[in-house]
Each structure stands twice: as C-alpha cells, then as structure tokens.
C-alpha cells in the first residue's frame, strides 16, 4: 500500500508529572502524534523505531487507528524514553532525564511503496536525517518539516539544507527566533521564507498560530481551554491537522490552509485534554467536524 501520508519520527514512552496527574511511560513522541492525528483524514504509514519493550497493545493502537506499519521497526535495546514536569499552569515544563535507546541510531528506511507517498511529514529528528528521508523519496508533492532548538544550535548547516527541500516549515515562537535572529515573529517568519519553503507556519501555544506565505496571512486563535491535561504532543498534532487537510484535499492552496488552520486548531485540543494519546486515539472525524463548526461559530 503507498499512503497518501508518511510521517518520520519518534515513537516513545512519555513520563509527565503535571497538575491533573501523573503517567509512566505512556506512549508518545513526535511521530505518534503525528501519525494518529493524519489517519482521521488520510491513509498515513509511520516510519519510525522502538525497543524490545514496547508493549503490543501501543502497536495495536496504531493499527486501531488506521496507521500503516509497514516502516515500523522494532530493534534489540529500549524504546526512547522521556520525562517531564509541568508548572501549575502548564506554560512551562522542565526535562528530568531523556534516554534515547534505540532512537539514538535510528536510521529511517522507507518501505518501497512509501516513496511515492504524495506528501511527508518530517518530524524534529536530526536534520541530517530529514535528509536521508528525502533522498528516499521519489517526487513528494508537499514536505512539511518540523525542528528543535537543539538541531538549530548543533545542526543548523544541515538543517538548512532540509529547510530549502521542503514546502512548509513548522516552529514555534522561540524557534523561530533563535533560527532568524528577528525579534518579530513576522520578519522571522519573512525570513524563513527566504530560506526556501513556501509556507512559514508559526505555532504560539496557547496563543494560536499564524501561517505566512509570500502571497498571505493567515491567522487561527487557539481552542479556548482553561488548562490542559497534558500539552506534550499538541503541537505535533497541529501538524498533523495541517498535512491531514492537505493530503485529503490533494492541494495546499489558500482555502485548502484556512480549513487546515481551523482543523489543525481543534485537533490539536482535543489531544490536550487527556494524557498522551487517550483522546486522540478515541476521537473520530465526526467529533472534529462539530468541534470545528463550534470554532467557527467562535471567531468574528
């Protein structure tokens, strides 16, 4: 089967101490996120690695949801591991200890079929691995890409490289910042478009987020929410609304991007509120739907 979506990244266990509790090793990283939040709207395949300790019933999950595991791999170590703490109003988190297991020598192979996937979803993993992925990939027709500030300190040679191969960079406000060197988020915004993507999609927390190109502005306030659960996956599941809309609508033209706005917006909410994956595993298309015409309902 070749997906209509390929998501590359990270699958993990998650340990969070937050104000509405507590879990160990719960399943997440950046591509589970990803990948379950893509399937509601389009067949998604994960290209991603775990350890002999990845429990079945997260793998059954996955399939569950309508993911393809054909990039899956399971390898002999333990599954990358990652712990934090939230403040009280979970704005902030502190890292208490990340162990990378078997993630640390990922090298993502794609299976045969998933090269000629219409559209790919880079998650923030090494750059010179989001490389190594598009060279894999045959004539992808929308790249989105995501970083960390790690990789913009430590790999921003590389990541530039893979910066100027994709058609939308994904980043939060300090990223983008530390990227640019621009106080503004705009002008930083301006600035990565120049970098070679034709799309510069800046994510505010709680704020919302705001979508730049040469041609437009677009701008989503976030789902109202007095305080989340748990925020560790939000903004990977905002992706995931974004390249969901994409690859269903089969363009990336300006309403196609207001829907996904909108989209990205209330799914990324729905996996706020509850820990890790719990809601976002068990929210169906027509529950976003009503969500999104709630959201609409909401703005000016």
Known sequence: MTPEIVVVGSVAFDSIQAPAGSREKMLGGSASYAAAGAALFAPTGLV?????DFPQEYVD???RAGVDLAGFERAAGETFHWSGTYTDDMNDR???FTKLGV???????LPEAYRDAPCLALGNIAPALQLEVLSQMRAPKFVMLDTMNLWIANAKEDLLKA??????????????RELTGKDSLVAGAKELLGMGP????VKKGEHGAFLLTNDYFLAAPAWPMALPVDSTGAGDTFSAGIIGTVAAAGNA???TLRRAMANATCLASFACEAFGLEKLFAVTREDLDARVEAYRDMLP
């Not at 991603?48 to 002999?52: L, Q, W």
């Not at 993630?103 to 192979?109: A, D, I, L, W």
């Not at 910066?163 to 983008?176: C, G, P, T, Y």
């Open 198 to 201: 034709a799309y510069a999609l």
């Open 253 to 255: 033209d300006k309403d």
């Open 94 to 96: 502190t890292t208490n």
């Open 163 to 176: 910066v100027a191969k994709s058609d939308m960079v994904v980043i939060n406000e300090h990223e983008i």
């Open 48 to 52: 991603a690695v775990v350890g002999e």
């Open 61 to 63: 999950s996955f399939a």
């Open 103 to 109: 993630f640390e020598s990922f090298s993502p192979r």
